[in-house]
């Protein structure tokens, strides 16, 4: 059985809904992750419902410009991003601490090295 989760933004403009099972997190220390301090967790972008119009959303792009950082217009906080995974797939990084209920302590957390990436 699949779970669905409830998140949003700070101030409740952007709300969406995502479909799958949180098994990890990853805290990535990029430019833009590490002033961010977001704990991503990957799901198929077909799993991700925005339940707001996008029009409330803004999305900055920086580096290879692969990556749609998605972010509430109104109270600048990033719920998610978009991209490809490494297969071609859309995929969709969740910024888990936008996501109802979650035990954040109870999510394993893995580190990724994006300071090394070029």
């Not at 198929?44 to 339940?51: A, D, E, M, T, V």
């Amino acid at each position: 059985m699949t779970t669905t989760h409830q998140g949003s933004c700070h101030c409740g403009r952007v709300k969406f809904e995502v479909d799958g099972e949180i098994d990890s997190a990853v805290a990535c220390n990029c430019s833009m992750c590490q002033r961010r301090g977001s704990l991503l967790w990957f799901a198929p972008r077909s799993s991700l419902r925005l339940l707001t119009p996008e029009s409330d959303l803004a999305s900055y792009t920086f580096n290879k410009h692969v990556i749609q950082h998605r972010f509430c217009a109104t109270c600048g906080i990033h719920p998610y991003g978009e991209g490809k995974a490494p297969n071609g797939d859309a995929t969709a990084a969740i910024n888990i601490r936008c996501l109802d209920g979650i035990d954040l302590a109870a999510v394993p957390v893995h580190t990724y090295d994006g300071r090394a990436m070029p």
